[in-house]
């Protein structure tokens, strides 16, 4: 079974796969690349995510994005790099949902944290998206960099 993790839990570097469907436009993309938690002197995590972005047939592009994940009761509260709130991530289940209002547009996730096992760890998230001019999809996993070491 596995275990419920906390924030700290998150800590260190994991491979990135991303895949993206573009229901809109009927496009594809792939992001593979890496994201880093780490630590900040007021005990969240500083969340850092690069990799190589391939949409269509579009060349790859480099992509970066940040947030600040910090410790919300027994959850997550996951803000904007500008600490704009985003959205809580509920810990009491392995699979907890959560949405963002972002007008006009509302981002529905999903986390699957049913792999969740030491170095063997593994963990998802499902981004859907919907608006007036986006419609799309995004699968991302996560899995400890230094998994078999």
Not at 2 to 14: E, M, N, R, V
Not at 34 to 49: I, K, Q, V
Not at 97 to 123: F, I, M, Q
Not at 124 to 146: E, F, Q
């Amino acid at each position: 079974m596995a275990a419920k993790p906390k924030l700290i839990d998150f800590k260190g570097k994991w491979r990135l796969s991303r895949a993206i469907e573009d229901k809109l436009t009927g496009l594809q993309g792939t992001l593979e690349g890496e994201a880093t938690f780490r630590p900040r002197s007021d005990g969240a995590l500083d969340y850092e995510e690069t990799g190589a972005l391939s949409y269509g047939d579009q060349a790859p592009v480099l992509a970066s994005r940040r947030y600040i994940w910090a410790t919300d009761g027994q959850g997550i509260a996951v803000s904007f790099e500008d600490g704009r709130p985003f959205h809580r991530i509920e810990l009491d289940r392995l699979m907890p949902e959560a949405n963002h209002h972002c007008e006009p547009d509302l981002y529905n996730v999903s986390y699957d944290l049913t792999k969740w096992r030491g170095k063997k760890t593994e963990w998802r998230s499902i981004w859907r998206v919907v608006g007036p001019k986006k419609n799309y999809r995004m699968l991302s996993h996560y899995r400890r960099a230094d998994e078999g070491a």
